[in-house]
């Protein structure tokens, strides 16, 4: 079962120090696990990690009214941070020990609308990542249908954390 332990204040996340004290593998299957607290952005959009493997996350979550648009349909910000969180965490699974990572840019494209509290299934895929960057594509399917709802692609920059 997942955890799903959602910081409140600043001081329920970890310190940069505990985040680089273990590869990016490790730091998100211990959030999954419950051992760290997940980001608020992931309560205040109602998602949370399902699933964290080595090149692959995935984020299970429902849109409520209060993400929607002045239409009454679910913000495209909505998607894109969904979209943006489990790409970019794909690729935090391969940042080393001692080192983070951040989106340099990202990519969406919205095929049709996801409904008002339909659960969905974001799924980011690492396709390359090296000593600088990481390449990772993302999709939001519906876990009922099937129905393929968002693409996207990501770039992020992965950076060694020195001591000066």
Not at 15 to 33: I, N
Not at 55 to 72: D, I, K, R, W, Y
Request: net charge neutral; glycine share 12%.
């Amino acid at each position: 079962m997942t955890a799903r332990k959602i910081a409140q204040t600043p001081e329920d996340m970890a310190t940069l120090e505990e985040t680089l004290s273990k590869s990016g593998l490790q730091f998100m299957q211990d959030m999954l696990a419950g051992k760290h607290a997940g980001p608020p952005i992931a309560g205040t959009l109602n998602y949370h990690p399902e699933k964290v493997e080595d090149g692959e996350v995935s984020f299970v979550g429902a849109p409520l009214f209060e993400h929607t648009n002045p239409m009454g349909t679910v913000h495209g910000g909505w998607y894109g941070t969904l979209l943006d969180s489990c790409m970019a965490c794909a690729v935090m699974t391969k940042v080393p020990k001692g080192s983070v990572y951040t989106t340099l840019e990202y990519k969406i494209s919205i095929i049709r609308s996801v409904p008002i509290g339909m659960q969905v299934r974001a799924t980011g895929r690492v396709q390359h990542a090296g000593r600088s960057t990481g390449v990772a594509e993302g999709e939001i399917r519906g876990v009922e249908d099937g129905k393929l709802y968002a693409t996207g692609t990501t770039t992020c920059i992965i950076m060694k954390m020195t001591k000066d």
